[in-house]
């Protein structure tokens, strides 16, 4: 997953600019902790509310990211990792295949839920065939279900309706 | 003593008790099975093997689920260091170097000494639990919340700055992990904080699902078609499968100081295994002589988290058995099981039920040695596995991780947990982020919260209750002085930096980052 | 074992369900002609482990009584509610159960701004336990009855400190009815539960505590901890000398959790019945009664109406007792 535009060597990462948004994102969860913090009621050191807590972290953290981008901003140039093409279609395979497994596992029950994820998620490798992946899905089913549901007891019905 | 000696003769011979023996192995199997699988802990696998105890006689239930506990924890350590994937969260920690050690093609290596630690901190366990049971409890009861707050806080300050690398980024990390913890229900209030409608995190964020999300998820985001095999070693010398003799003697030492942090915090309740891993790992990292090699494939830091765990599980065992306070979740359940079967645990039940507590702590030593017999001569079957092609490996992972975590509760919405901190986790690494520092934060945060506003509470808002107890006052001098010295540090780093070129810039560190470095 | 038989019945008897649903699955009533034929399910509330031991207990028998296996399952979180909405929303078949708690029905509603389902969805088939707790005191302290610790507490206002569960948990209301009734200003010190709170009587950090049996049992026997009374209106078999509260001067003061086994409102009422009359004989056998008296429950029975009747009572008081805590809804 590449964190720079395109703008930069073809070769490798500007880390420079990489840390800058790492800073950037850190100090906006931070801002994010503090908004939502204050909401409860803060109190004072010796008698601390929930919020308390909360914002202090989001302080710290604002104060870290900032100083994060600060010094990133001051680095010297420098390469950061190879730049790798971002596998886009992979990971909305795998992601995907996530919550087909939520889905169907409240909705179809352990074995829809099982061959999806591993179905969907086996074809984001671009070298797995669709029947390969449908093979593995299939295998590891009936492995799931012997060694989850037979052998352990686990409660999740095989099939369900709705 | 020697009264103990002879009690323990005895405890031995209930243990090779053919029939006690027999369960004992069986649950040590189990256990070491489940632990292998993602997401299934001890507690599922005890929660699930629980009905077959009412129909068994107390002494080789409580073998049965014993053997099942510290047998997982085995299990745990294998998906850790040959996959990045920490079956259980204590065993995350073991990722940071065992990894490493398995791209370069001594995972065997990592796994040996791993098996090797723990047996070593289980016998020191044993040990302890024989001859120092109360000895243990009295310092348990030292620990109010002030002293806890302290170490907690030291943890922290010691973990959040253990990451290789540049140390702001280790920070950030260490706050974020704080601010998931703070999601949930704020135990001296009542109010839920940061759970967005959703009432499951009321409960705050369930760790198992943080833990697979941001080292297993993240990582098959990040090594989907990059990656062929995990292991790229063709030809797996057979010495690659053993540690040699320098690499046991460089895990010596921090066998030894594992097992001591481990022994401390086994007898403090409230405190989990996944803290100790930490302490233990950043404990090394810091009195190293060369710190540089954490996170990279050091022996050290497979070696001393693996023992802390393993001697954590044997003496939490002892405020167990002896006061009836479960020090977790795993000890409530065991403590459930024993009142099931009409034992009540306590202090009598040393005296009332010698045979049980004797043939445990026996069955004990017995079950460590059967694991080790067990898992030393597959740590190769273990390892061929890891020539299985990476896009075989990782969707068959995904489905044990969700089935798994969905087991520890039988929630997806965990599940959907995993999803979020997955992506949230491959974010991260992009950005060169350290992911390690994130459990730790989460796992410590709540702790020292809580324990900070419970001292306050109990010293009637009096904030010198911290300075003033003698052993919280050590541990907040110790804080203080990481915090003068990191500082120092990076000052001194600065005014260098200022001298020279910009060259050997701190901060932006490594030029090779990949998914299990902390850069 | 039982435990082999039972995979066998269900492996095979669910395969044959699943291709049965298949080639019906809109039709299939929800009263079965022969209840129970399959496995009933006990949804629990904690997280697998802690109170766990009560469902195990009922179960076997349960199970041996209505010749099928019950099996407990957790659905931990959110106080309850989680496994509460996960029952109600279920079908009423019969053979998906709650284990509900009193607080379940009496607080939950009144601490949480939204529990997730209507409590209407959900019917009382009985009530099976009843748990009062213990007072405690940290056996340093020169207390020795309920008058004398009382005084103890009048003497040392904003001084004596009671280890609770967290706010809103029913120890904590507990305490705090204590406090306004006794008339004393004591400091809650929340905790995880757990026995956290016990440890932390036991370490001498708080000065007493609301227990339950099991929970300070232990420490009792240890002689670090002194048990004062008995919250309920029964004295403990445990315990024959202690006096309850209310004999010991508070009068009025009657506080015990119960539990109860609950079904989705829809359930039909001969399913209901033939539970119901299942569970009356499993409470009142002796295995039960032995386990539960090694946990410190007392082993109750009841109809759903009785039951139902004595929410609607309780919730009142809880009611009051929230509104002069100061709670308000999440």
């Known amino acids: ?162 | 003593m020697s009264q103990s000696l002879i009690d323990l003769w005895y405890g031995f011979g209930v243990a090779l008790e053919w029939h006690n023996l027999a369960w004992s192995f069986f649950g040590v199997v189990v256990g070491n099975l489940i632990g292998v699988l993602p997401g299934m802990g001890p507690l599922s696998a005890i929660s699930m093997l629980l009905p077959l105890t009412y129909t068994m006689h107390p002494v080789p239930a409580i073998m049965m689920l014993a053997g099942i506990f510290y047998g997982s924890q085995y299990g745990g350590a294998i998906g850790a260091i040959l996959l990045n994937l920490p079956c259980h969260p204590p065993h995350a920690v073991t990722c940071l170097d065992g990894y490493p050690l398995t791209r370069q093609g001594k995972g065997g290596t990592a796994l040996g000494i791993a098996m090797i630690s723990s047996f070593f901190a289980a016998s020191c366990g044993i040990v302890l639990m024989i001859f120092a049971s109360p000895l243990l409890v009295s310092i348990a009861f030292k620990f109010g919340p002030a002293e806890l707050f302290s170490i907690m806080l030291l943890g922290l300050l010691a973990g959040g700055t253990m990451s290789r690398g540049p140390v702001l980024k280790g920070v950030a990390m260490t706050l974020f992990g704080l601010l998931i913890g703070v999601v949930g229900t704020d135990i001296n209030t009542g109010t839920m904080r940061f759970t967005f409608g959703f009432p499951k995190l009321g409960d705050g964020v369930e760790i198992v699902a943080l833990a697979l999300g941001l080292f297993g998820v993240a990582d098959f985001l990040r090594n989907v078609n990059r990656l062929q095999v995990v292991s790229r070693a063709t030809h797996v010398r057979l010495r690659d499968m053993r540690p040699s003799w320098k690499e046991l003697k460089q895990a010596f030492f921090p066998m030894v100081r594992g097992t001591a942090v481990g022994a401390l915090f086994g007898g403090m309740p409230g405190t989990g295994s996944t803290i100790t891993t930490f302490i233990a790992y950043a404990l090394e990292q810091k009195i190293s002589r060369n710190p540089k090699k954490f996170g990279q494939g050091a022996i050290e830091g497979v070696a001393a988290p693996e023992a802390a765990s393993h001697s954590k599980t044997q003496v939490d065992f002892i405020p167990t058995m002896s006061l009836g306070i479960p020090g977790d979740a795993v000890m409530a359940l065991i403590l459930g099981a024993l009142m099931i079967q009409g034992i009540q645990p306590g202090p009598q039940l040393i005296t009332d039920h010698a045979d049980l507590f004797w043939g445990l702590v026996a069955s004990f030593w017995v079950g460590n040695i059967l694991l080790m017999l067990l898992n030393v001569p597959l740590i190769g079957i273990w390892v061929k596995f890891l020539r299985v092609p990476y896009r075989y490996l990782y969707p068959s992972a995904l489905l044990f991780i969700a089935v798994g975590v969905y087991s520890t509760n039988n929630s997806l919405f965990e599940v959907g947990e995993v999803l979020a901190f997955g992506v949230i986790g491959a974010i991260l690494l992009a950005l060169a982020f350290p992911v390690a520092p994130i459990l730790l934060g989460f796992v410590l945060g709540p702790m020292v919260e809580d324990n900070f506003r419970r001292a306050l509470l109990l010293s009637r808002g009096d904030m010198a209750v911290f300075v003033q107890r003698p052993i919280s006052a050590v541990f907040i001098a110790i804080s203080v002085l990481l915090i003068a010295l990191q500082v120092g540090f990076a000052i001194r780093a600065a005014i260098r930096r200022r001298k020279s070129k910009p060259k050997a810039f701190r901060v932006t560190g490594s030029t090779q980052t990949t998914s299990h470095d902390n850069a | 074992m039982d435990e082999p038989t039972r995979r066998n019945v269900v492996t095979r008897r669910t395969c044959l369900a699943s291709l049965a649903a298949l080639a019906a699955s809109a039709w299939i009533p929800a009263a079965r002609a022969d209840y129970p034929d399959s496995p009933i399910r006990i949804i629990i509330a904690f997280p697998a482990g802690a109170g766990e031991a009560e469902a195990r207990i009922v179960a076997k028998t349960l199970g041996a009584k209505l010749g099928q296996p019950v099996i407990v399952e957790a659905h931990p979180g959110a106080g309850g509610n989680i496994a509460a909405a996960y029952v109600a929303k279920s079908r009423g078949d019969g053979y998906t159960l709650l284990l509900g708690v009193s607080t379940f029905f009496e607080t939950n509603p009144m601490i949480y701004r939204d529990i997730g389902y209507k409590p209407a969805d959900l019917q009382p088939v009985s009530i099976i336990s009843e748990q009062p707790f213990l007072l405690i005191v940290n056996a340093s302290l020169p207390v020795h009855s309920l008058q004398e610790l009382i005084a103890y507490a009048r003497a040392r206002p904003g001084k004596v400190t009671n280890a609770t569960a967290g706010p809103g948990s029913p120890l904590d209301l507990i305490g705090k009815e204590f406090m306004v009734r006794a008339g004393v200003q004591i400091i809650n010190v929340p905790y995880k539960g757990g026995g956290e709170d016990a440890m932390a009587v036991l370490g001498g950090f708080c000065d007493m505590l609301f227990g339950g049996v099991a929970d300070v049992m232990a420490g009792i026997q240890s002689g670090k901890m002194r048990p004062i009374c008995v919250t309920g209106s029964r004295r403990l078999p445990h315990f024959p000398d202690l006096p309850t509260i209310a004999e010991a001067g508070l009068q009025g003061y009657d506080f015990s959790v119960w539990n109860c086994l609950s079904a989705p409102a829809s359930t039909p009422a001969p399913v209901v019945e033939k539970l119901h009359a299942a569970i009356v004989q499993t409470m009142a056998s002796p295995e039960v009664q032995a386990g539960f008296d090694r946990i410190g429950f007392f082993p109750v029975s009841g109809t759903g109406a009785e039951l139902s009747r004595r929410i609607a009572t309780e919730t009142e008081v809880w009611r009051g007792v929230l509104k002069k805590a100061g709670v308000a809804p999440q």
């Open chain 1, 1 to 162: 997953m590449d964190a720079t535009g395109s703008t930069d060597s073809t070769e490798h990462v500007n880390a420079r600019r990489r840390d800058y948004y790492a800073g950037m994102l850190m100090a906006a969860v931070g801002l994010g902790a503090i908004y939502d913090g204050i909401r409860y009621s803060i109190g004072t050191l010796s008698q601390m509310g929930p919020g308390f807590f909360p914002v202090s972290i989001g302080v710290a953290l604002v104060c870290t990211g900032v100083a994060i981008a600060v010094v990133a901003r001051y680095a010297a140039p420098q390469d950061g990792e190879k730049k790798l093409a971002p596998e886009r279609k992979a990971w909305c395979f795998i992601l995907g295949s996530i919550v087909a497994f939520i889905v169907l596992g409240k909705y179809g029950g352990l074995v829809p839920a099982t061959f999806a994820i591993v179905f969907i998620s086996a074809l984001g490798d671009r070298e797995n065939t669709i029947w390969r992946a449908l093979l593995l899905a299939a295998g590891m089913t009936v492995l799931c279900v012997l060694v989850f549901w037979w052998a352990l007891s686990l409660q999740f019905p095989l099939f369900q309706w709705g």
